[in-house]
């Protein structure tokens, strides 16, 4: 397969993706996010990396955030949000994270390519599902030619940029340059 034909089968299976996402549950997850001020993430992988590329963005909004793994992560306490990406929605140490803050008394939200996974199916408070191919899921998804969770983790660096700039214009007050304001001035 030459690159144009790569590139054209990628963008083919992303529209394809971002038709199929459930708009409402978007807009769930969008909320939640909107509804709270202290705010902790957790991922693994090239799935790790959309995730905390988002959590930088809510505390360039000027969201309290914390990277679970992070030596000065605070505890979590009632009323905070985690949000956990799990692509086949059951990987380990991230359930053991979730149960663990939850019974903290985290409000927990699974975002996931695999609804049907333990950590979605039995402790996540919701579950935002990114119907696109995961490495080792079982569910209903926009199938890919790519290697293993390719797929969904591309969507999510995507749509987790679509749900900042959608924050960005429903908020009062704020602002792509009043964001700036509040990136790493040390570089």
């Not at 549950?25 to 992988?45: A, P, S, Y």
């Not at 809510?58 to 793994?69: C, E, P, Q, Y």
């Not at 009323?79 to 985290?106: N, S």
């Not at 990114?130 to 591309?154: C, H, I, K, W």
């Amino acid at each position: 397969m030459d690159y144009r034909e790569t590139y054209q089968k990628i963008l083919e299976e992303y529209r394809e993706v971002f038709e199929r996402l459930d708009q409402k549950n978007m807009r769930d997850f969008i909320d939640e996010v909107k509804n709270h001020d202290r705010i902790f993430l957790i991922g693994v992988g090239r799935e790790g990396m959309a995730t905390k590329a988002f959590a930088m963005r809510l505390m360039h909004m000027g969201k309290d955030v914390h990277w679970i793994w992070d030596d000065t992560t605070p505890s979590i306490k009632p009323g905070d949000l985690l949000i956990a990406t799990l692509g086949d929605g059951k990987i380990g140490h991230i359930d053991y994270v979730c149960r663990r803050a939850k019974e903290a008394g985290a409000f927990i939200y699974v975002v996931t390519g695999s609804p049907s996974g333990e950590t979605a199916k039995t402790v996540a408070d919701k579950v935002f599902f990114v119907p696109a191919a995961v490495y080792r899921g079982t569910d209903d998804v926009v199938p890919s030619f790519q290697p293993m969770g390719n797929l969904f983790e591309q969507c999510l660096l995507i749509l987790f940029d679509i749900i900042i700039m959608t924050m960005v214009d429903e908020m009062p007050g704020l602002s792509f340059e009043k964001m700036s304001a509040n990136h790493r001035n040390i570089e």
